[in-house]
Antibody, heavy 114, light 110 residues
Framework: QVQLQESGPGLVEPSETLSLTCSVSGGSISNYYWNWIRQTPGKGLEWIGYIHYTGSTKYNPSLKGRASISMDTSKNQFSLKLTSVTAADTAVYYC????????WGQGILVTVSS | QTVVTQEPSLTVSPGGTVTLTCASSTGAVSSGHYPNWFQQKPGQAPRTLIYSTNNKHSWTPARFSGSLLGGKAALTLSGVRPEDEAEYYCLLYYGGAHWVFGGGTRLTVL
């Protein structure tokens, strides 16, 4: 059974960088696409981007280049960095495997506030 | 900016049938949009029911089905149960390799 678990700070100051890691167990990240998705009360679900196991990445254009996703196959983890955060980036962040978006992490609430 | 539109809310009686739809501001939804459907209950992460238009995961109840209908993606629930009350989201794929979620449909079973 594949399991994903998000980790990282729950509070980030405005203008700083949000950094999250997704640890994958029960399967290797050396296959499939691996996504970050977030959910805010006001805007619903939003796809942030993905990384393919080959290392290729794609991002939501609405984030205007602020997002970056990387992976560490030795740790079976992938990570998200979101720069220059504002209160609008306050959300629950999910990591999700794309084999039909089958496995989701439980989500981590990140609040942007000083 | 691409907008994906779903019915904000629907109500269905137990045992009934209901169809949720997912429309694209760019035109007709096709299999090339690889429509996905998710169910979310309060306090839980979304759960994927349907991927690539009409494919089910092993956990997807048989009463859920996906299709293309009148230029939209559709999720049909037949023989609705009280536990189907939830928020349902669709997700479409667009060229340039990015995905866009719909705003969600709140399904009430009453």
């Amino acid at each position: 059974q594949v399991q994903l678990q998000e980790s990282g700070p729950g509070l980030v100051e405005p203008s700083e960088t949000l950094s999250l890691t997704c640890s994958v167990s029960g399967g290797s990240i050396s296959n499939y696409y691996w996504n970050w998705i977030r959910q805010t009360p006001g805007k619903g679900l939003e796809w942030i981007g993905y990384i393919h196991y080959t290392g290729s990445t794609k991002y939501n254009p609405s984030l205007k280049g602020r997002a970056s996703i990387s992976m560490d196959t030795s740790k079976n983890q992938f990570s998200l960095k979101l720069t220059s955060v504002t209160a609008a980036d306050t959300a629950v962040y999910y990591c999700v495997r794309d084999a039909g978006f089958d496995y989701w992490g439980q989500g981590i609430l990140v609040t942007v506030s000083s | 900016q691409t907008v994906v539109t779903q019915e904000p809310s629907l109500t269905v009686s137990p045992g009934g049938t209901v169809t949720l739809t997912c429309a694209s501001s760019t035109g007709a939804v096709s299999s090339g949009h690889y429509p996905n459907w998710f169910q979310q209950k309060p306090g839980q992460a979304p759960r994927t029911l349907i991927y690539s238009t009409n494919n089910k995961h092993s956990w997807t109840p048989a009463r859920f089905s996906g299709s293309l209908l009148g230029g939209k993606a559709a999720l049909t629930l037949s023989g609705v149960r009280p536990e189907d009350e939830a928020e349902y989201y669709c997700l479409l794929y667009y060229g340039g390799a990015h995905w866009v979620f719909g705003g969600g449909t709140r399904l009430t079973v009453l």
